[in-house]
């Protein structure tokens, strides 16, 4: 199933997190220390994953809601907020039921939706781990880059390509243009926590906008067309889905012919004018679309 939608700028109504980036200022402390030598203590590599026995968990018996549907929900929260960080271990079923007072079918039922979902990993000699969060995205004019970051996912860009290259037809269409028009083509991996998310391809107009290598690294597109006094205004997308090629498999850390999630957009600004054409793949593994459908009167 394809889906076609138009929508209009989305306005956040909050500063969205900010995370330390490749230039950050920070210096971790190490902490000098006189007197008696104590012991080395493990390495990081050899230290065990994180525990989260003080997780605040807690299910409603009066609720209508299954119990195994409430702790998974309020599992994937914690993992989407941050507070199961990806290599967490949540403990085994026997704790998680005895603080809980649930039967370990019900605990089990709960991780293995999580890992369904490929929030959790089940690992022998381990426990049950989280992986990373699923990008759950809503369908708005917004970047990649700017939701994952107020989604606390500290996004990273590694670019492949950012040169002039003539459009190809479907492109120039999009954006008004002659055929082979040159264009600025830029392709783009984003990750978030060093993992692949998403391989971003967009076009822009040359007497619009022709991004520096290092801006596209620091930020997202949409956010550097504003610095640029560009205003964006509204867009056409069509939503779609496809396997992946084996090229794609490999940017993107997917098995070969996997799922995956593909978007097509036509970007204008306040007067109209085709501004930016971007064909987009996501994980399917690790990223949804969020649609709100009203009742028409």
Not at 139 to 159: I, K
Not at 166 to 171: D, E, I, L, S
């Amino acid at each position: 199933m394809i889906l076609t939608c138009r929508y209009a700028p989305y306005v956040p109504q909050r500063e969205p997190p900010h995370a330390p980036g490749p230039g950050s200022d920070h210096v971790p402390d190490n902490g000098s220390v006189t007197g008696p030598k104590q012991a080395p203590g493990p390495r990081a590599d050899d230290r065990p994953p994180p525990r989260h026995r003080d997780l605040r968990l807690a299910v409603d018996r009066a609720s209508p809601v299954p119990l195994y549907f409430q702790l998974a929900r309020q599992l994937e929260a914690a993992i989407e907020s941050g507070t199961l960080a990806p290599g967490s271990l949540l403990g085994n079923e026997i704790e998680l039921a005895a603080r809980l007072g649930l039967s370990r079918p019900t605990v089990r039922q709960a991780i293995q939706s999580l890992v369904d979902k490929g929030l959790l990993v089940r690992r022998r000699g381990v426990g049950t781990q989280v992986v990373h969060s699923h990008v759950a995205r809503p369908l708005e004019l917004s970047s990649l880059y700017d939701d994952l970051l107020a989604a606390g996912q500290h996004p990273s860009t590694r670019v492949l390509q950012n040169a002039r290259g003539p459009a190809p037809a479907a492109v120039a269409a999009a954006l008004g243009l002659p055929e082979s028009c040159q264009v600025a083509v830029v392709h783009r991996l984003r990750l978030t926590h060093g993992e692949p998310m998403a391989y971003l391809c967009n076009y822009l107009p040359c007497d619009l906008l022709e991004p520096a290598t290092p801006e596209l690294e620091a930020t997202g597109l949409y956010a550097l067309m504003r610095h640029h006094g560009i205003t964006l205004h509204s867009a056409e997308q069509t939503v779609g889905a496809r396997a992946a090629t084996a090229e794609e498999s490999r940017l993107l850390a997917e098995p070969a012919g996997a799922a995956l999630l593909t978007m097509q957009r036509t970007t204008y600004d306040d007067r109209g004018r085709a501004i930016e054409f971007g064909s987009h793949l996501y994980r399917a593994s690790r990223y949804t679309f969020e649609f709100r459908l009203l009742v028409r009167a």
